[in-house]
């Protein structure tokens, strides 16, 4: 295990750039989890129009997204991707899954996620690389299909590596909108962990496996850098509960460096994977201030905008 030192800070502080972008989140976390609502495989059609709606966003930035789908039973599913070119051959890969698990409307697993990655896109647009950027809107991630081959970023991140594609670092955005500041608020997997880490849940978590200690590292210092909230990193064996509980996992798999950004999920948040799990429970402030945060982390990483 690494851990990185943490922070004791809890003000909120929002620009008026802050708000413009708190408001975009809010606006497109309404839409998939308010408006189209829970979308997998069982329900289909909403699954369907959350892609369309990712593709929309996308398209409407100026970027150029290409559906890459996979059959199974039938049915076509598609992860959805757009890339702006860079000079290096590396890849910088943020990606987030659009699917809802079953019973839920999925606001912020994962639609806080998907508004994070459409936000950062849009942010991107038009602008320069030294390293390709590409964001990506991942299905298939809960179960039944959660680590499995069918999953949407396992079948991306398969022909990534078929592709010889050279992905520098892989970040996944995956339940980022919960904070809270009432003291034990904060859980952990295993019982010593929750020794050397904050009990009140009003951080943004960077996670890693062992293999992508060194991109943890990276990823903290620079989010301390520029980001006006607390922050946690650390890089576990996969094993751990909790660590390898979205796409990350995938590129793992096939030998890819690679984080979860998150705000603990089922440690913190009591909505996780059930009906509850709707738009008025984020707290947008501080999610807009994480997404400002990681705006410079993706930035700096792949050496755009300058």
Same mark, same amino acid.
């Given at each position: ?15 008026s750039?802050? %708000? ?32 369309d ?10 970027l ?29 890969l ?11 409307? =999925?606001a912020?697993?994962? =639609? ?6 459409? %936000? ?6 038009g $602008? ?21 081959s ?6 991306y %991140? $398969?022909?990534?590596?078929?592709? =010889?594609?050279?992905?520098?670092a ?6 980022i ?6 003291p ?10 929750g ?6 849940g ?6 890693g496996?062992?293999?992508?200690r060194?991109l943890?590292r ?8 520029? %980001? ?23 590129f ?39 997404v400002d945060?990681?705006? $410079?982390?993706? =930035? ?7």
């Amino acid at each position: 295990m690494i851990r990185m030192p943490g922070e004791s800070s809890t003000t909120t502080v929002i620009s008026s750039v802050d %708000a413009n972008l708190r408001d975009e989140l809010r606006a497109d976390v309404q839409k998939l989890a308010g408006d189209i609502g829970e979308r997998n495989e069982f329900h289909y059609a909403e699954l369907k129009a959350a892609a369309d709606y990712i593709e929309r966003s996308f398209a409407a930035a100026g970027l150029r997204p290409r559906r890459e789908g996979y059959e199974m039973r039938g049915r076509t599913f598609d992860n959805i991707e757009v890339e702006i070119p860079g000079e290096a051959p590396q890849i910088v890969l943020v990606g987030a899954h659009y699917d809802s698990v079953l019973g839920a409307p =999925g606001a912020n697993d994962n =639609g806080s996620g998907v508004a994070a990655l459409l %936000a950062l896109a849009r942010r991107f647009a038009g $602008k320069t690389a030294r390293q390709t950027l590409r964001f990506v809107a991942f299905v298939n991630e809960e179960p039944p299909y959660f680590q499995t081959s069918e999953m949407g970023s396992f079948v991306y %991140a $398969k022909r990534c590596q078929e592709r =010889g594609d050279r992905i520098s670092a892989m970040i996944s955005l995956e339940t980022i909108g919960y904070f809270s500041d009432a003291p034990g608020s904060q859980s952990y997997p295993l019982p010593g962990i929750g020794a050397f880490y904050p009990t009140t849940g009003n951080f943004i978590g960077f996670v890693g496996n062992v293999r992508s200690r060194d991109l943890v590292r990276r990823v903290v210092g620079l989010f301390r850098q520029h %980001a006006k909230i607390p922050s946690q990193g650390a890089a576990f064996p996969s094993f751990v509960p909790g660590v390898a509980w979205s796409d990350q996992w995938s590129f793992w798999e096939h030998g890819y460096p690679g984080i979860m950004v998150t705000d603990t999920a089922p440690f913190r948040y009591a909505h996780y994977h059930v009906a509850t799990d709707t738009p008025d429970k984020l707290d947008y402030d501080r999610f807009a201030l994480v997404v400002d945060g990681m705006q $410079k982390v993706v =930035g700096e990483l792949a050496g755009a905008g300058r």
